[in-house]
């Protein structure tokens, strides 16, 4: 996992819906989603998914792109 990458990800596909959007969509705080997307810690695998349903992507596209 490129965690650099990954965090780039996050921050690109959020695109213009706000942090606490999100973070209220995957149940986390506005300060872990905030990490994630600044490569400061990754969300576990419930988190991932999560995510990746609400930015229309699959977890492999989202957290191992070079995969």
Same mark, same amino acid.
């Given at each position: #996992? $490129?965690?650099? &990458?990954?965090? $780039?990800?996050? +921050?690109? +596909?959020? =695109?213009?819906?706000?942090? &606490?959007?999100?973070?209220? &969509?995957?149940?986390?705080?506005?300060?872990?989603?905030?990490?994630?997307?600044?490569?400061?810690? #990754?969300?576990? =695998?419930?988190?991932?998914?999560?995510?990746?349903?609400? +930015?229309?992507?699959?977890?492999?596209?989202?957290? +191992?792109?070079?995969?």
């Amino acid at each position: #996992m $490129n965690i650099l &990458k990954t965090s $780039n990800l996050l +921050y690109h +596909y959020r =695109d213009n819906r706000s942090v &606490k959007e999100i973070a209220r &969509k995957i149940g986390v705080s506005v300060t872990s989603l905030r990490n994630y997307e600044s490569g400061k810690s #990754m969300p576990r =695998d419930a988190i991932k998914e999560k995510l990746a349903r609400i +930015y229309n992507k699959s977890v492999q596209e989202l957290f +191992y792109p070079d995969f």
